[in-house]
């Protein structure tokens, strides 16, 4: 296993538990405890744990893994989602993307669709996300807009009111919400206000709003509310979501996609 793995294994395992013991850790990567040390001494000099006496906890009391660390926790579940929302969307469409793993499967899923291989554009691209715009600026048919803002390290997301102001101008056919939770009473939700703040802006600025998140996410809170669930028209989630989750989010008028 690479060093690159192993951090990101530990750093899953430490967001999931909340502490881990040198000798735990080193068991369930089968790697020496010297080697898990080092680790754990090597990402405490980048604050992403803090060290403790014979193992290490989470940086901080409310802690988000930042993109670049997270492994393909639920990676078919989102890679299947991201081709369903793909799916839904038209070509000519101008289309919203949020930041995360789950939307970033989307905009692949999109890349590789043979009815938009080509067009003037084939598709019109909105997204604060550098990840995102990154992987589609190469597909010359896609037109890309990237708002402006600041760049949120944890998600590569632009947040603020540079974003604020180019999001303003412009409508959008459909917005994609990538979502840390999404709870029939209490909507979506993410962890950081400012990024909920861009997101909900971009949902306003839709016409019809697609939230893509696997089953993990259903039922759930976070901080910072992105908008209401009336707001939503489609949840495209995976089909690990309960039959009553399922009929919930019915009942409160959404078209439910499990795949």
């Known amino acids: 296993m690479s060093r690159d ?10 967001v999931e538990r909340g502490r881990l013991d040198v000798e735990e850790a080193a068991a369930e990567l089968a790697v020496s405890s ?29 802690y988000e893994l930042p993109l ?14 991201g081709k369903a929302v793909a799916g839904l969307v038209t070509p000519g469409e101008a289309v919203g993307l949020t930041g995360g793993t789950t939307t970033t499967e989307v905009a692949r899923a999109l890349a590789v669709r043979g009815d938009l291989s080509s067009g003037s554009p084939a598709l019109t691209v909105v997204t604060n996300a550098l990840n995102i715009a990154n992987e589609l ?24 009111p540079l974003a604020d102001g180019v999001l303003s101008q412009i409508t959008i056919d459909v917005a994609v919400l990538g979502v840390v939770a999404f709870d029939v009473t209490h909507g979506t939700s993410a962890h950081d206000e400012a990024e909920a703040a861009i997101n909900r802006l971009l949902c306003e ?53 499990a795949v």
């Open 5 to 14: 793995a192993r951090w990101k294994a530990l750093l899953e395992l430490l």
């Open 34 to 62: 010297a080697t898990i040390r080092r680790d754990f001494d090597q990402l405490a000099e980048q604050q992403m744990l803090v060290r403790t006496r014979g193992g290490a906890v989470v940086h901080g009391v409310s």
């Open 68 to 81: 670049r660390y997270k492994t393909a926790r639920h990676a078919s579940e989102k890679q299947r989602i």
């Open 137 to 160: 600026a190469v597909r010359p048919q896609f037109k890309i807009v990237l708002t402006g803002g600041v760049a949120r390290p944890q998600s590569y997301e632009l947040v603020g």
């Open 205 to 257: 600025r839709a016409e019809r709003v697609i939230v893509a998140a696997d089953s993990s996410k259903l039922g759930q809170r976070a901080f910072a509310r992105i908008c209401a669930t009336a707001s939503v028209d489609t949840l495209v989630t995976d089909t690990a979501a309960g039959p009553d989750t399922v009929r919930q989010f019915e009942e409160a008028g959404l078209r439910v996609v």
